[in-house]
């Protein structure tokens, strides 16, 4: 089992940055991936950013691109991913998890076996 725990969502108007924090623990060696999902009210759950935890390549929803950057610190178990440039069709909840590889596909949510509890991001105008 692999346990995440999240922080650093908040509420920041237009054009601001937060950054989220996911820290890994348990079975940590098993960890392939890790991703960050969000969803908005009424919507389903889509990609946001992963990143390989060898070799460190990243990926990014084409909404996203160029405003937000995924980073990992493997030597802490943690994921972050800085937001900047915020807009309002940013507001959801954002969750991170944690691939054990295998069949792995990283905009792909059911290919990912453990995730957190989420935090809220909200961006005002």
């Known amino acids: 089992q692999v346990q995440l725990v999240e922080s650093g969502g908040g509420l920041v108007q237009a054009g601001g940055s937060l950054s989220l924090s996911?820290?890994?623990?348990g079975r940590t060696f098993s960890i392939y991936a890790m991703g960050w999902f969000r969803q908005a009210p009424g919507k389903e759950r889509e990609f946001v950013a992963a990143i390989r935890w060898s070799g460190r390549s990243t990926y990014?929803?084409?909404s996203v691109k160029g405003?937000?950057?995924?980073?990992?610190d493997n030597a802490k178990n943690t994921v972050y991913l800085q937001m900047n440039s915020?807009?309002?069709?940013?507001?959801a909840v954002y969750y991170c998890a944690v691939a054990r590889g295998?069949?792995?596909?990283?905009?792909?949510?059911?290919?990912?076996?453990?995730?957190?509890?989420?935090?809220?991001v909200t961006v005002s105008l």
């Open 22 to 25: 996911c820290a890994a623990s």
């Open 60 to 62: 990014y929803a084409d």
């Open 67 to 72: 405003r937000f950057t995924i980073s990992s």
């Open 86 to 91: 915020l807009k309002p069709e940013d507001t």
């Open 102 to 120: 295998g069949r792995y596909y990283y905009t792909d949510s059911g290919t990912y076996d453990y995730w957190g509890q989420g935090t809220q």
